[in-house]
């Protein structure tokens, strides 16, 4: 809460916030399915030809509807990343409303904008493979992780699974 909303009277936001489960969000923790690893196998594709291996696929009942790699030198914009992408691609065709069946697959846990992305969009399911934790020796990272953002998010509930193929993604960084 910033000092404004307090000045202005914000005492019952400051209340809402520190009851425990009325002001957050929940990140529902969520095992692989059978069918995440060959959807992340895609997003991992998708990272090979990235500028910087990130690649991510938005997938709505077992159908891919869109990816994206990360595309920040090529674009020249630093919000190219994968995730950004897939988002973009996929209103291409289709009505915002559409990604509250979706879910994301991300050859990395996405960063504090593509989080906050993901949320704003409404996506019912992420799946990443890399954690931040993970990546973070290899390629410089915000260490805030997708279930920090989504607690902190008192409108929508995620699900999220981490994990899938991570191997086979961070195998794509160099090491340190």
């Given amino acids: 809460m910033d000092r404004r909303s307090l000045l202005g009277g914000g005492g019952a936001l400051l209340t809402a916030q520190l009851l425990p489960g009325t002001a957050h969000g929940r990140a529902t923790s969520t095992p692989a399915?059978?069918?995440?690893?060959?959807f992340m196998q895609l997003a991992i594709e998708q990272a090979k030809e990235a500028d910087v291996p990130f690649g991510a696929a938005i997938v709505v009942e077992g159908r891919v509807l869109a990816l994206g790699r990360n595309s920040t030198?090529?674009?020249?914009?630093?919000t190219a990343h994968a995730e950004m992408m897939a988002i973009r691609a996929f209103l291409q065709?289709?009505?915002p409303e559409a990604l509250h069946a979706a879910?994301?697959?991300?050859?990395?846990?996405?960063?504090v904008m593509c989080m906050g992305a993901i949320i704003w969009c409404g996506i019912k399911r992420l799946v990443y493979a890399a954690s931040i934790a993970e990546l973070s020796?290899?390629?410089?990272?915000?260490?805030i992780t997708a279930r920090q953002i989504a607690a902190a998010t008192p409108f929508e509930d995620i699900e999220i699974t981490g994990g899938v193929l991570s191997a086979d993604s961070i195998g794509l960084f160099p090491k340190e």
């Fill in 93 to 95: 065709g289709h009505e």
């Fill in 103 to 111: 879910t994301l697959y991300a050859s990395g846990e996405p960063c």
């Fill in 73 to 78: 030198k090529r674009n020249a914009d630093p």
């Fill in 137 to 143: 020796p290899r390629i410089g990272q915000i260490d």
């Fill in 33 to 38: 399915t059978a069918d995440d690893a060959k």
